[in-house]
């Protein structure tokens, strides 16, 4: 059984910064890319951000030059540093993992932006 346990969600003014993780455990033989995706009431689920195992990255254009996405290989853990974050940019943020050939998700962690 794969799981992805996410942290770092939580409340922070419009212009701070926060850090979300991301954590995979269980009987893992590969991981073929991770990544962050956001959504908010009423809408879709959108990507954010993603990296694959040879270090590609691929950002929504609304995030790109304020959130950066890392990875830790020997943790099995994906980061998503968040840096000027807007009032927009609220929603429960979701891990994504394609791990064994098989697509996970994590149980999504609220970031809400808010003066």
């Known amino acids: 059984q794969v799981q992805l346990v996410e942290s770092g969600g939580g409340l922070v003014q419009p212009g701070g910064s926060l850090r979300l993780s991301c954590a995979a455990s269980?009987?893992?033989?590969?991981?073929?890319?991770m990544g962050w995706f956001r959504q908010v009431p009423g809408k879709q689920r959108e990507l954010v951000a993603t990296l694959t195992t040879t270090g590609r990255t691929n950002y929504a254009d609304s995030v790109k030059g304020r959130f950066t996405i890392s990875r830790d290989n020997a943790k099995n853990t994906v980061y998503l540093q968040m840096n000027s974050l807007k009032p927009e940019d609220t929603a429960i943020y979701y891990c994504h993992a394609l791990i064994n050939e098989r697509d996970y998700w994590g149980q999504g962690t609220q970031v809400t932006v808010s003066s």
């Open positions: 269980g009987s893992i033989f590969k991981i073929s890319g």
